[in-house]
Nanobody, 121 residues
Framework: QVQLVESGGGLVQAGGSLRLSCAASGFTFSSYHMGWFRQAPGAEREFVASITWSGGSTYYADSVKDRFTISRVNAKNTVYLQMNRLNPEDAAVYYC??????????????WGQGTQVTVSS
């Protein structure tokens, strides 16, 4: 019943931009903080960004601040991740998650299946 469906991933050249979307259903979206995580091959899941339930506060990993922007439109049950000035180190599977703004993935209740982002040098 609960679903988080990521979209917008793909192949982009270094220096380019990409916008990810996460469409939520099956729960009261506006009552949940939301976050984005990523996982590269052979690496642990890494916090990227998070946003409070009305969008009033945002949080970013040091590695992406000033390049990425998280936002949400509660009327559309959707959270976004705008990624600018991408570099090969950003390549990973990106996941959206519901339930917290923490950098610890164990604090999130729901997870999407992920979308692949590939960055060519």
């Amino acid at each position: 019943q609960v679903q988080l469906v990521e979209s917008g991933g793909g192949l982009v050249q270094a220096g380019g931009s990409l916008r990810l979307s996460c469409a939520a259903s099956g729960f009261t979206f506006s009552s949940y903080h939301m976050g984005w995580f990523r996982q590269a091959p052979g690496a642990e899941r890494e916090f990227v960004a998070s946003i409070t339930w009305s969008g009033g506060s945002t949080y970013y990993a040091d590695s992406v601040k000033d390049r990425f922007t998280i936002s949400r439109v509660n009327a559309k049950n959707t959270v976004y991740l705008q990624m600018n000035r991408l570099n090969p180190e950003d390549a990973a599977v990106y996941y959206c998650a519901a339930g917290s703004v923490s950098g610890d993935p164990t604090f999130y209740r729901y997870w999407g299946q992920g979308t692949q982002v590939t960055v060519s040098s």
